[in-house]
């Protein structure tokens, strides 16, 4: 990288850094530290709540799943709208006037301390992993650019984030999720622009657009019912629904967002801004990850987007099989490139060969991913791992590869931010749910303020190094964004199921709620080891579904036997 790009990035490192220290000052009670004393406004807190979502795993992941696989995964987010029209008429205003810090406070007055404590317990899992996921995406670009191991990127990446947010608290988070949130859309869209002007000259947008087309890459809705099939619009509708009522409705790391609201309707405006933005800047992405492709028809492409795994290939006992299908992938990329202009010239003709022409393009990228599918399996045959894939790499490769010098520094720097905004925002409700939860309420429960402050921030350390482990091993599962989804959909039903139980319902108990919560958790763990072709977002709706009918069902035989 030129040295302009690495002073872009370090002025955004050390001004982040600085930031939070910044905001410190506000943080001296744990009102303050955990939940800004209640004042923020709520376009703030509304930026801030799409921070937290939009990681470094969509900047990344899921530009790469947008190059692969199109814009399929916008359904993904299809239940996210209606999802926050619910919460914002049910468990925003009920959360403020219960006036909490952790959404698993009301349990305890509504059930028992231990339905509390094993629900904040599985929150804390899952978002720990979770928050390994958001840290991996960044070090894959770390790990390539500058050649570090990637336990050293982990660390270059958590390491800053972990510090302003033990230093600032929730102010810190927020302020600084803000001007992430300006700098992450002006990176999408200069990015968005070099991409556009990178086309050849005799390639508009709208032929580009025609060539993502023809290979199935702008099909944004698939209306069939298969619950092997992870993006489709049903399960993107009724299972992204009760992901998304789950993640904003039970999750601390988002409840604590609308809390620091200044008032119950501007906690409901933040909600609804995601509900009307998300979806749109989701698709933007997307948009980006196509054009990526797009690109890749002109310009020769890697037959692997990760160089470390391809050098280990070239210096194993494989590397003559590698070099033939190289060989081949090469003949393959220009054959698809001659097909790609001969497809355009036949559509801006409207000639009779265009649907012909049209064939022999989606032939001729097929090839190449079919080559690509063969290099993979050599890759997988060396590593001895079986799940290896590369969709991670292939927007950095771009970045690092094709943009001009500037744009690069902004573009790493975006990255970054978003990873950042979303790491924050997870290590501090993880430390607001190990000391509300856990620490004040079975070990200190009458210490000072001061107290509780140095401990939630060693429980920010202690989070922030969990997390940068995590993210180490993470990079081996494939496409991030998925992961980091099937991570949380393990438990996000079971843990929705408990909160529906408790607001919903007067006839739960806290055994029927406990014996739900286990009996949610053991059937999502069954359906994933035994049914593993089916897609991960119906884990959320069976897992849901099994804790309300034990728990209400268990319930009622308790209350009829006493």
């Known amino acids: 990288m030129h040295w302009i790009d690495w002073l872009i990035i370090i002025a955004y490192l050390v001004y982040v850094v600085y930031d939070g220290v910044r905001r410190s000052e506000k943080t001296h009670e744990i009102e303050g530290y955990f939940l800004a004393n209640r004042t923020l406004p709520w376009w703030a807190v509304g930026l ?8 470094a795993i ?4 899921t530009t790469g799943q947008g190059a692969t696989d199109g814009l399929r995964f916008v359904q993904f987010y299809f239940g996210l709208p209606l999802a926050m029209i619910v919460l914002s008429v049910t468990v925003v205003p009920f959360f403020h006037r219960a006036r909490v810090f952790t959404a698993y406070e009301y349990l305890e007055r509504r059930f028992d301390a231990k339905t509390r404590a094993f629900t904040s317990l599985l929150f804390l899992l899952s978002r720990g992993m979770s928050c ?3 840290i991996s995406a960044p070090a894959v670009i770390l790990s390539i650019m500058l050649g570090w191991s990637l336990p050293v990127a982990v660390l270059l990446i958590g390491a800053p984030a972990a510090l302003y947010t033990m230093i600032g608290g929730v102010q810190a988070v927020t302020w600084t999720d803000v001007k992430q949130m300006v700098l992450i859309v002006l990176g999408l869209v200069a990015v968005l622009a070099a991409l556009i002007s990178g086309l050849p000259g005799e390639v508009s947008l709208t032929g580009a657009l025609d060539l993502a087309g023809a290979t199935g890459r702008l099909q944004a809705f698939d209306f069939s019912f298969d619950l092997t099939e992870t993006y489709t619009f049903w399960s993107g509708l009724l299972g992204g629904f009760f992901l998304m009522l789950s993640y904003f ?33 989701q698709a933007l992405v997307l948009i980006v990850g196509v054009l990526v492709f797009v690109f890749y028809l002109f310009t020769p492409q890697p037959m692997l987007f990760n160089p470390v795994h391809e050098q280990r290939v070239r210096e194993s006992d494989r590397a003559e099989d590698y070099r033939g299908i190289e060989r081949e992938f090469a003949a393959a990329l220009s054959d698809r490139r001659a097909a790609a202009l001969a497809y355009l010239a036949a559509d801006a003709a409207e000639a009779d060969g265009t649907s012909e022409a049209e064939r022999r393009f989606v032939t001729a990228n097929a090839n190449v991913a079919d080559l690509r599918d063969r290099a993979t399996d050599v890759v997988r045959a ?5 799940t290896y894939r590369d969709v991670n790499y292939i ?5 690092l590869g094709h943009l001009p010098v500037g744009l690069v520094g902004l573009l790493v720097a975006a990255i970054m931010a978003a990873a950042m905004s979303s790491i924050s925002a997870e290590l501090n409700s993880l430390s607001t749910a190990t000391v509300i939860d856990f620490y004040r309420r079975h070990f200190r429960p009458g210490a000072t303020d001061r107290h509780y402050l140095a401990v939630s921030k060693l429980a920010t350390g202690f989070w922030g190094a969990f997390a940068c482990l995590v993210a180490v091993y993470a990079t081996t599962l494939g496409s991030l964004i998925e992961v980091v989804n099937r991570f949380g959909s393990f438990f996000y039903g079971s843990i929705l199921g408990v909160f529906i139980l408790a607001i919903l319902t007067r006839r739960a108990t806290g055994h029927g709620a406990f014996a739900g919560l286990l009996a949610g958790m ?32 268990v319930s009622a035989a308790l209350r009829a036997r006493s």
Do not use: C
């Open 382 to 386: 060396v590593t001895g791992d079986p």
């Open 249 to 281: 409705g039970a999750d601390q790391s988002q409840v604590q967002r609308y809390l620091t609201a200044r008032s119950e309707n501007e906690a409901r405006s933040s909600l609804l801004m995601s509900a009307f933005w998300k979806i749109p800047l």
């Open 58 to 61: 969509t900047m990344v992941g």
């Open 48 to 55: 801030s709540v799409m921070a937290t979502q939009l990681s």
């Open 522 to 553: 053991v059937s999502v763990a069954a359906v994933a080891t035994f049914r593993p072709d089916i897609s991960f977002l119906w884990h959320n709706v069976v897992g849901a579904g099994v804790v309300v009918i034990v728990g209400l069902t």
């Open 132 to 134: 390994g996921v958001i």
């Open 395 to 399: 927007f950095p490769t771009f970045v």
